[in-house]
């Protein structure tokens, strides 16, 4: 092991020590504890899913099949900015489909993935429940509507100028 996977063992120990004192000596609490470690990590990393294993006497098997089974958890870190395109019925007869495939050719990423400079991830849904406002985006909390494949590529535009800024 060198220094520099020491150091990064060290942090990841620290920064979940919290979450394996809450969960130790718990029964059945996989799911709150793997929602605590992706709360903490941004996601369900690996090395932390098998340090939390070991701490708590859980194999990390056990512990992947659960986050694997449910939807809400990430094995991948997100982008800065999540934007979930709506593919529902609504959007979908809308031109959903024209912005997706908009939305891909700006970010050179596929629907589930991450920009490499982490600026950004893909995500199209089945649902945003905003069809009146059909075809519909959301960025984060802020919600996107009336789009055109141009209006869409303008909302990434806007937050790159914008990052460039600060």
Do not use: N, W
Not at 62 to 72: D, K, T
Not at 81 to 96: E, K
């Amino acid at each position: 092991m060198t220094i520099s996977d020491a150091k990064t063992a060290s942090g990841l120990k620290d920064r979940l020590a919290p979450v394996v004192e809450k969960y130790r000596g718990k029964e059945g609490a996989a799911i709150p504890l793997l929602a605590d470690v992706q709360r903490e990590m941004g996601y369900v990393a690996e090395e932390a899913v098998e340090h939390v294993g070991a701490e708590l006497g859980i194999p990390p098997a056990e512990l992947f099949g659960v986050a694997s089974f449910y939807a809400m958890f990430r094995f991948q870190p997100e982008g800065k900015y999540v934007v979930r395109l709506c593919r529902g019925t609504a959007c979908h007869v809308q031109g959903s489909g024209l912005i997706a495939d908009q939305l891909e050719r700006v970010l050179g990423i596929k629907d589930g993935e991450t920009t490499q400079d982490m600026m950004f991830t893909l995500q199209c849904v089945a649902c945003l429940g905003c069809c009146s406002l059909a075809p519909v985006m959301m960025v984060g909390d802020d919600v996107h509507g009336r789009l055109t494949p141009e209006k869409a590529a303008g909302v990434l535009d806007a937050l790159k100028l914008r990052e460039a800024r600060e």
